[in-house]
């Protein structure tokens, strides 16, 4: 879903930035990236938090304009510096123009989030934006959409497209692989699955990602594609990684959220039932605890 800010929507990190320019776009991934890196949350691979505050975890997003709204009043970022947003799987929304997706203005929608409140947005690597990033082919009801992204670049930037594409690869490639806790939540994309256990390098957390973990069989890109997790897994990851409870996103949940065994919570964004989860910080939960802080977004009024 894409469109204008939802009445009586006053201001955004992006309200006063013209989108459609390449050179403002390019320069607004240019500052995000540099931000990601740069992070003082920033351990290795991943962004890790402190016992002060509250972090709002999300699910899929998925280019839903709507809920990207909700979430951001939700996050309450301006209110207080130690509130955290963790984003996600922010591109390849199911509407088109034209054949065309022009999720782009998504991503840069986040980048100028990112850039507003560079030590409090956390942006995670996704399975979408990997494959977008690395030229890995999905298919959505029989559409690349790898293609019809790169079309809607196209469409915007013209001859400075590709100029805008690098940009965009080189701001994707600076995501977290995971935002970890103190108190033991663990929150990312999604969790390497059983089968493929033996290819995964659980110490990918602790240091910078390279092209190696990025390409297919790589350790960051079993992470984001896994599947079918068992509390057998979760727990040999979690005393691996010293997590508690995983909040991830990757699958399909109809009503906004579903749970994985024991200790993983499963939330999606993306449609009208999305949901999102506001964690304090200084507190511990038990994964029944969490499913019931979870907040639809369509309860959320702008």
């Not at 929507?9 to 240019?30: E, K, M, N, V």
């Not at 709507?66 to 951001?72: C, D, G, Q, R």
Request: proline letters at 4%; one cysteine or more.
């Amino acid at each position: 879903m894409d469109g204008p800010a939802p009445q009586g929507h006053t201001s955004t990190p992006w309200s006063d930035i013209d989108l459609q320019d390449p050179d403002t776009t390019i320069q607004l991934f240019a500052a995000a990236a540099t931000a990601n890196v740069s992070s003082i949350h920033r351990q290795g691979s991943c962004d890790c938090l402190g016992s002060r505050g509250r972090i709002l975890m999300t699910g899929d997003l998925h280019d839903h304009t709507a809920n990207l709204f909700k979430m951001l009043k939700l996050s309450q970022l301006e209110r207080d510096d130690t509130n955290h947003v963790v984003l996600h799987e922010m591109i390849h929304g199911p509407h088109r123009i034209n054949g065309c997706d022009l999720s782009v203005r998504m991503l840069a929608r986040v980048a100028a989030t990112k850039n507003r409140y560079p030590d409090q947005v956390h942006l995670l690597h996704s399975n979408h934006e990997l494959a977008q990033l690395m030229g890995q082919p999905i298919s959505k009801d029989g559409v690349s959409v790898i293609g019809a992204f790169d079309e809607g670049v196209d469409f915007i930037y013209g001859h400075r497209a590709d100029d805008v594409r690098a940009a965009a690869g080189r701001f994707i490639r600076s995501f977290a692989l995971a935002v970890r806790c103190e108190n033991g939540i663990f929150c990312s994309h999604s969790l390497p699955g059983p089968r493929r256990m033996d290819g995964f390098d659980p110490e990918v957390l602790d240091r910078d990602l390279c092209e190696a973990d990025l390409v297919s069989g790589g350790s960051a890109h079993l992470m984001v594609w896994g599947r079918n997790h068992d509390d057998a897994l979760a727990e040999n990851l979690g005393n691996k990684w010293d997590a508690d409870v995983f909040v991830i996103g990757h699958q399909p949940a109809e009503m906004g959220y579903t749970t994985e065994g024991q200790s993983i919570l499963i939330l999606a964004s993306d449609h009208d039932h999305g949901v999102a989860l506001p964690i304090d910080l200084a507190a511990t939960y038990a994964l029944d605890e969490l499913v019931a802080r979870l907040i639809p977004l369509a309860s959320v009024t702008m």
